[in-house]
C-alpha cells in the first residue's frame, strides 16, 4: 500500500484501496489472539506434518475448535499445495496442463460456506471473492459465486464441487480437498467421499499422478467408519472397496439437517469431454492419519420436562422469560426448533411479550437464524447484543454443529428436527418433523459451554431422551436417490452398486430411482445416461424441474421463457407468506386474488414474479402489499437471472426471448403444464368418485394443501410440486391437469422388462 506523495491528491476511487487494505490488515491483526487461543492450533503442526507423508488425514474435534476456519490457512502455503504444470497422455497426445494451487473446503450448507469465506478473508486481511482481483479466500454456492482469478482457498457446497466435478472429474484445479462436517452424512457428502476414493484410487492419474489431498473433518466420533473406509483406499475393486460396511457404527454420528442442506447444482461451466474415475489400480493401503482435537466445553447441566410437553412454542416462551428475570447478565438463549413456521411464532410471541416488560429488566434482541436467512439478518446473530440487551437467537439444527454462536450460556431444545424420509411406496420424499437422535441432543446441549458453565432445557422427558436413536441414519439410506444417480451416471459411473459407498442405499431404493429416471428419459434402456439425462445433470435444479426446463426448450410452442420464472420460483422458500391469524390471511387472499390462475399455483406464480420483476419504483413496499417474502422473490429473481444465461449459453433460450409478462392464452397455459407434466408425471393424482386424489404411483391418498388456489376443488387431476406429510398427506404447489396428459407420459415410457437387468 503506497501513501500519496503529498503533491499529488489522489481521486475517492484511488485513496480506497489504500485504506482499505489496511483497515483490512488493522481487523486480521485484532483477530490474531482469538486465533491463537483455538484448540485447533496446537495441532496444526501435526496435521502439516501428516499431510507431508499421507494423502488423507481425519480429524476429529468439537464445533467451535476452529477447523473449518484454521485448517485452510495451515496447509495453504505447504509445498504440495502450489500449482504444477504436468503432461498428460490424452488420446495417445501429450497435454501440459496445471494441476492443484487451489483449497476447496465443502460444507453441506451454502450459509456455512458464504459465512466462512467471509470470516477466513477477514482474518488473513484479504477482501473476499469478487470484491478484488487480489482476494484469496472466496466461495462458490448455487447461485452465488464470490472468487477472484487468484482465490486459494474456496468454500464451496457439496452440490456444487460434485458440480464441478463433471467439467473436472480428477479435480485439477485443487491440491486438496477439507470435507467439512462429514458427521451430517447428507447424501452428497456420502458422493464425494465416494469420488475423492475413486480419484486416489485411479491413481490420481488425471491429475499426473499430483496426489489429491484429502482432509475429513467431523464433530463426532465417526473416525473408525472413515478410516475404515479410506483405508480401503487404491486397493483392487471388491478387495477393499467395501469393507467399511462392515464396520459397526458406534452411536454418534451427528444429525440430520435435510430441510436445511442444500441440494447444490451449479454446473454453469461444466463439459463432460474428460473420462470418468472409475475404481482401478494396486493396494496404497495405510495412507490415512488421523488427529484427535481436545474441546474446550465447560460443564453444562441438562434439565428435563417431567411430563411430554403439548406445546413447544408456549413452553419456551416461559422458559425464555423464566432466564431473563433470574439469570445474570451476559448470557444469551440459543432455542432449537424445527422449521421456519414455529421460529417465526415464536419470535413474533417472544417481541410481543417483550414490549410489556418493566425497564428494569434488559433488553431482548430476537433473532431467527435458518438457512434461508438474508446475509445481513445471519450476520445480526454473529455480531455481539449490544449493551444490556439478551440475544435470543431461534435457529433451526443449523446452530447445531455447523454455526457456532457466540455468547451462548442457556440452550432451548425441543427434541425435533425435520428429517428427510424417502418413502419407497410412492417413490416421493417427505420432509418430517421427527425427533432428534441422543447425539444431535447432545451436541446442542454443547452449545451452552463453549465460554462458560451453562444450562440445557430440554424439552422432553428423559424416558423420551433414552428412548432417542443414538445417532442418525446417513440421508443416502433414507432420500431419494434420482438425482445422486445421476450424478454418477453423468460422470460415467455404470456400476452404481459397486460405487465406494461409506454406506450402501437400499437395493429397492436404487432401482426406484433407476425407475424414475428412464421414466423422466434421463436413462436409457440398458440404464446409461441419455442426452437429455446429461443436460439435467448440467442444470443447476432438482432432476423434475430440470426435466421440465428441457420439455420447455423443445416445446413447439417454445415457453422456456415462462418455465424459467415458475422453476425460479420453485427452487427458493415459499413466495407467499404463510398467515396464521384469520384476519391477515383475508386481508392477504384480497391482495393476492390478482395473481391467482384458476389452473393453479403453478401459474399463480407466473404471475406473481412477473409482476414483481414489471415492478420499477419500490419492490420491497410492493412484495408488502402482497404479502409476498420480499426476500424470497428476490431470491427467485437472481435465479432467473442465471437460468436465464445459462439456459442462453446452452442454446435452450433464444436471446430473442424477452422477459416481458406473458399473455396467458390457453394454449400457452397448456403448454406450460404439459411441460410439468414430463418432469412430474411421478407426482401427479386423480380424483376418485368419493372426492379423494390418489396419486398415480403408489395409489397414495392425498389432499391439497391449504396454501394453494385450488385447495377444496375437484379437478379431474393435479399435479404437484411437492409431497408433505404433517397431519396427514399433502399435495403442495398443484396445478390442474388432465388425464389424458399424465396417460401420454406413462405410456410413451411404459416401463420394459430391461429395466429390471439395470441394478
Ligand atoms: P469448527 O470448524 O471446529 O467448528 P470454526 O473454525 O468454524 O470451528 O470456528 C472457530 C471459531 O471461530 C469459533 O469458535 C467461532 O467463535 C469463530 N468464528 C467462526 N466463524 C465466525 C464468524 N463468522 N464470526 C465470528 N466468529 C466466528
Redesign the pocket.
Known amino acids: 500500500c503506497l501513501h500519496p506523495p503529498k503533491s499529488k491528491r489522489l481521486s475517492k476511487d484511488e485513496v480506497r484501496p489504500s485504506n482499505d487494505s489496511q483497515r483490512l490488515k488493522d481487523r486480521a491483526k485484532s483477530l490474531e489472539s ?1 486465533r491463537k487461543s ?1 484448540p ?1 492450533v496446537s495441532h496444526l503442526k501435526e496435521i502439516r506434518n501428516a499431510l507431508l507423508e499421507k494423502d488423507v488425514i481425519i480429524l476429529v ?10 485448517v485452510p490457512q495451515a496447509l495453504v502455503n505447504e509445498p504440495w499445495c502450489k500449482p504444477q504444470s504436468v503432461t498428460i497422455s490424452r488420446d495417445a497426445s501429450p497435454q501440459t496442463v496445471r494441476v492443484g494451487g487451489c483449497i476447496a473446503i465443502t460444507e453441506p450448507r451454502r450459509v456455512a460456506a458464504t ?2 469465506a ?2 477466513v478473508a477477514e482474518e488473513m486481511g484479504t477482501p473476499l471473492g469478487r470484491y478484488s482481483p487480489k482476494s484469496t479466500v472466496g466461495y462458490s454456492v448455487r447461485f452465488d459465486q464470490s472468487t477472484s482469478p487468484n482465490t486459494r482457498i474456496k468454500y464451496v457446497t457439496e452440490g456444487v464441487l460434485l458440480q464441478e466435478m463433471l467439467g473436472d472429474p480428477w479435480l485439477k484445479a485443487y491440491s486438496a480437498i477439507l470435507v ?1 462436517e462429514v458427521h451430517e452424512r447428507g447424501v452428497n457428502v456420502d458422493l464425494l467421499l465416494g469420488f475423492l476414493k475413486n480419484i486416489a484410487a485411479g491413481k490420481n492419474e488425471g491429475r499426473g499422478g499430483i496426489p489429491l489431498k484429502v482432509v475429513v ?1 467431523s ?1 463426532t466420533a465417526e473416525m473408525e467408519i472413515l478410516r475404515a473406509f479410506f483405508e480401503g483406499y487404491g486397493r483392487e475393486e471388491g478387495d477393499g472397496v467395501h469393507e467399511s460396511r462392515d464396520v459397526q457404527r458406534n452411536g454418534t454420528d451427528g444429525l440430520d439437517n435435510q430441510d436445511e442442506t442444500e441440494s447444490e447444482w451449479s454446473g454453469l461451466s461444466s463439459s463432460d469431454e474428460e473420462d470418468a474415475v472409475v475404481v482401478h489400480g494396486n493396494g496404497t493401503a495405510n495412507r490415512v492419519a488421523t488427529c484427535y482435537i481436545e474441546g474446550r466445553q465447560y460443564p453444562v447441566t441438562a434439565s428435563y420436562t417431567p411430563q411430554p410437553v403439548q406445546n413447544i412454542v408456549e413452553a419456551s416462551l416461559r422458559i425464555i422469560f423464566q432466564i431473563h428475570r433470574q439469570q445474570p447478565m451476559p448470557g444469551d438463549v440459543l432455542v432449537f426448533f424445527h422449521g421456519r413456521q414455529i421460529i417465526e411464532s415464536l419470535e413474533s410471541l417472544v417481541k410481543e411479550y417483550a414490549r410489556d416488560m418493566g425497564p428494569e429488566l434488559p433488553k431482548l434482541l430476537v433473532l431467527p437464524l435458518f438457512a434461508a436467512l438474508s446475509q445481513a439478518a445471519q450476520d445480526q446473530v ?1 455480531q455481539p447484543a449490544p449493551p444490556n440487551t439478551r440475544k435470543i437467537i431461534i435457529a433451526t439444527n443449523i446452530a447445531e ?1 455447523s ?2 454462536v ?1 455468547g451462548v450460556r442457556f440452550v432451548i431444545d425441543s427434541g425435533k428436527a425435520k428429517i428427510k424420509q424417502f418413502r419407497t411406496s410412492i417413490g416421493m420424499e417427505s420432509l418430517l418433523a421427527q425427533p432428534i437422535s441422543q447425539s444431535s441432543a447432545i451436541q446442542r446441549q454443547g452449545r451452552a459451554g ?1 465460554e462458560a458453565p451453562g444450562q440445557c432445557y430440554r424439552l422432553y422427558t428423559e424416558a423420551d431422551y433414552h428412548s432417542m436413536q443414538t445417532s442418525n441414519t446417513p440421508e443416502i439410506l433414507r432420500c431419494d436417490l434420482s438425482h445422486p444417480i445421476l450424478t454418477m451416471k453423468a460422470k460415467g459411473i455404470d456400476d452404481i452398486v459397486n460405487f465406494p459407498y461409506v454406506d450402501s442405499p437400499p437395493r429397492i431404493a436404487l432401482e426406484k430411482a433407476m425407475l424414475q429416471l428412464w421414466l423422466l428419459g434421463a436413462l436409457t434402456e440398458t440404464g446409461g445416461i441419455s442426452s437429455i439425462g446429461l443436460q439435467i445433470a448440467k442444470l443447476p435444479v432438482t432432476v423434475c424441474l430440470g426435466r421440465t426446463l428441457i420439455a420447455a426448450a423443445e416445446s413447439e410452442l417454445n415457453c422456456v421463457s415462462e418455465v424459467i420464472d415458475i422453476v425460479s420460483c420453485l427452487s427458493v422458500e415459499d413466495l407467499f407468506l404463510n398467515l396464521t391469524s384469520e384476519g391477515k390471511k383475508t386481508e392477504a387472499e384480497a391482495a393476492r386474488r390478482e395473481f391467482y390462475n384458476r389452473e393453479g399455483d403453478h401459474l399463480t406464480l407466473l404471475t406473481a414474479i412477473q409482476a414483481y420483476a414489471a415492478e420499477n419504483t419500490d419492490r420491497k413496499a410492493w412484495a408488502k402489499r402482497h404479502f409476498i417474502s420480499h426476500r424470497a422473490m428476490k431470491a427467485a429473481i437472481e435465479v432467473r437471472k442465471q437460468l436465464r444465461a445459462q439456459c442462453q449459453q446452452s442454446g435452450m433460450l433464444k436471446p430473442t426471448h424477452t422477459q416481458e409478462p406473458s399473455a396467458l392464452t390457453p394454449e400457452l397455459t397448456t403448454s406450460i403444464l404439459k411441460c410439468f407434466m414430463k418432469g412430474f408425471a411421478s407426482k401427479t393424482a386423480r380424483l376418485c368418485p368419493d372426492g379423494s386424489y390418489k396419486t398415480m404411483v403408489g395409489n397414495q391418498i392425498v389432499a391439497i394443501h391449504p396454501s394453494s388456489g385450488l385447495f377444496g376443488k375437484k379437478v379431474e387431476a393435479i399435479l404437484f410440486n411437492e409431497f408433505v406429510f404433517t397431519s396427514k398427506s399433502y399435495a403442495k404447489g398443484v396445478s390442474a391437469v388432465q388425464l389424458v396428459w399424465i396417460d401420454e407420459v406413462f405410456q410413451s415410457a411404459a416401463p420394459s422388462a430391461s429395466m429390471k437387468v439395470l441394478v
Open positions: 482469538f483455538l485447533i474435534g468439537e464445533t467451535g475448535s476452529g477447523k473449518s476456519t484454521q459465512t466462512l467471509r470470516r467439512d473433518m464433530a454473529f454443529t454455526l457456532t457466540p463453549r
